[in-house]
């Protein structure tokens, strides 16, 4: 049999110089969103259980973690501040305190690192006593989805107020992109970008997350406002309404699971696509890592990589640490 015609796609394989010189798609520093937990006091670093290798930080030690990950290449960071229970109420009141913890701690790394981007969280449930990212109506149990729009327009200016560069809305509320833009711009902060967590699904992977900020719903669940990990169409309804509504980047999340979503995502837009690489998914590889059951680093590797060539122009992730070497 003779094998000269034969097709050889092998040749393309042969080396690693080879394999990087026609390699589709590559992760850099420049793609990735450090994910930060936040917690009151000073010199304190409170290890969280569920998320090996992870802690809350005080401000101090969080502001020199930035220190460090500006200086590894890391552009952007978002912080979730993790409250004491007595700062909880109904209303999630401690979100607008422009004295708050996060507001304080925007400005620390606003006067530290002036480049570093800040992405902020905005949603209720790390503030509100009953621990939904949206106001509840006592008498039905009901996530009031119009009532909870004014909150999160406020939470949202203070945090621009405060410094920071994105504001993340999580929350799920119908109509929040267009609400928070329209406050926003009215207040003169034109150029204070929105990234959409735009088709975030009642997902069982961020356990480990609700952990880290004690943030679980007090009764309940989020069913009724996060989408149905089922769908994927409905996700494009969700796109052309926050595109529509003034959104500047959208977001999937989890990641890992939603590939094809993320895919679907990238080709219904030409907004700037995220992935959020959640605790949950990370939580995972931690945890056989630790077994010694695969290589942790090499799976966080492949792992994020699966998130760009799915389409994804940015990644938060808890892995960033693990991976930074092999970037450099």
Not at 103 to 130: C, E, F, G, R, W
Not at 148 to 156: E, G, K, N, Q, R
Not at 248 to 265: N, W
């Amino acid at each position: 049999m003779s094998y000269l015609n034969l097709k050889r796609p092998r040749r393309n394989r042969k080396n690693d110089s080879i394999r990087s010189l026609i390699r589709e798609n590559s992760l850099t520093t420049n793609d990735l969103i450090a994910p930060l937990f936040l917690i009151d006091g000073k010199d304190k670093r409170v290890p969280i259980e569920s998320m090996p290798g992870f802690s809350r930080l005080s401000r101090d030690l969080l502001l020199k973690e930035v220190r460090e990950l500006w200086q590894m290449g890391i552009k952007c960071v978002s912080l979730f501040p993790a409250l004491d229970e007595s700062l909880k109420d109904k209303f999630a009141t401690e979100s607008k305190n422009p004295n708050g913890l996060l507001q304080q701690t925007i400005k620390d790394i606003k006067n530290a690192i002036p480049d570093m981007l800040i992405m902020t969280d905005v949603a209720m449930d790390p503030y509100s006593s009953d621990g939904h990212d949206g106001l509840v109506d006592d008498k039905t149990g009901e996530i009031l989805n119009d009532e909870t729009l004014d909150i999160l327009s406020a939470m949202a200016l203070n945090q621009a107020q405060a410094g920071s560069d994105i504001i993340g809305p999580s929350d799920m509320m119908d109509g929040r992109i267009r609400a928070i833009r329209e406050t926003l711009d009215n207040e003169g902060f034109h150029n204070t970008l929105i990234m959409a967590y735009t088709a975030k699904y009642a997902s069982y992977f961020y356990g480990p997350f609700r952990d880290a900020l004690d943030s679980a719903p007090k009764s309940g669940d989020k069913k009724t406002y996060q989408m149905d990990y089922h769908n994927v169409k409905e996700a494009i309804r969700e796109i052309k309404l926050d595109e529509e509504e003034g959104a500047d980047i959208l977001m999937v999340k989890p990641g890992i699971s939603y590939l094809d979503v993320i895919k679907e995502m990238k080709e219904n837009t030409t907004l700037p696509v995220a992935a959020y690489n959640v605790s949950g998914e990370y939580a995972m590889v931690k945890a056989a890592s630790e077994r010694g059951w695969l290589d942790g680093d090499m799976v966080a590797l492949e792992m994020l990589t699966s998130f760009k060539r799915a389409g994804a122009d940015m990644i938060l992730t808890y892995f960033i640490r693990d991976v930074i070497k092999y970037l450099a």
